[in-house]
């Protein structure tokens, strides 16, 4: 670690061309060439060979503030006993992507091809293809998502239930979390696991 810190860390990133004071406007324009940038990398999931032996369906449900959200479910096709369950909130600063983008599509395949029960949740962000939703809208829907996973652990066949995420759906998983905590729903998650951007 020494060796590779011994060069520095580079060069800092540019700050973005616009601030917290730009028009509403000006920012979600900003924040859709993201999104475009993300369907972009669709091309780069195309080669990638399929992972075999896992289902994919969608579920719809009604979210705590009566809103619908929909949670792409991946498990593995053929197996034997409960297995362990994973709510995954997708990155993004909780401004953009979607949890069909070819990176969470892929992540929720990986995981369950080793053997676990993959719930996505395509949460409201606060800009982005979905629509501008203000602040708690993701939190709320990640919080819907785990406590229908929790309610239907029979029916999904889950021993138990990580909520995790990455970047944005860090935070994500980490305020949800919190939420169950403070409204004494905590004992639902057996864990948390957040990464984060590098």
Not at 9 to 31: N, T, V
Not at 97 to 103: M, N
Not at 117 to 122: A, N, P, Y
């Amino acid at each position: 670690m020494r060796a590779t810190l011994a060069g520095g860390l580079g060069e800092i990133a540019a700050a973005p061309p616009i601030g917290a004071d730009a028009p509403l406007a000006d920012i979600l324009d900003f924040l859709a060439a993201f999104d475009a940038e993300a369907t972009a990398m669709e091309a780069d999931y195309v080669g990638l060979p399929p992972v075999d032996g896992i289902a994919r369906r969608s579920e719809a449900i009604e979210g705590a503030d009566g809103k619908g959200i929909t949670l792409h479910i991946v498990e593995p096709a053929e197996r034997s006993g409960a297995l362990p369950g994973i709510v995954h909130t997708h990155g993004g600063g909780m401004a953009f992507l979607t949890a069909e983008d070819a990176p969470y599509r892929r992540w929720r395949d990986e995981l369950a091809g080793t053997g676990q029960v993959v719930v996505g949740v395509e949460l409201r962000n606060s800009a982005g293809l979905l629509g501008c939703h203000p602040f708690p809208a993701g939190l709320n829907d990640c919080a819907s998502g785990a406590r229908w996973t929790y309610r239907n652990r029979e029916a999904l066949g889950i021993s138990h239930m990580v909520v995790s995420g990455e970047s944005g759906g860090g935070n994500l998983c980490l305020a949800t979390a919190l939420k169950a905590r403070r409204e004494g729903w905590i004992d639902e998650i057996a864990g948390v696991f957040r990464t984060r951007r590098t």
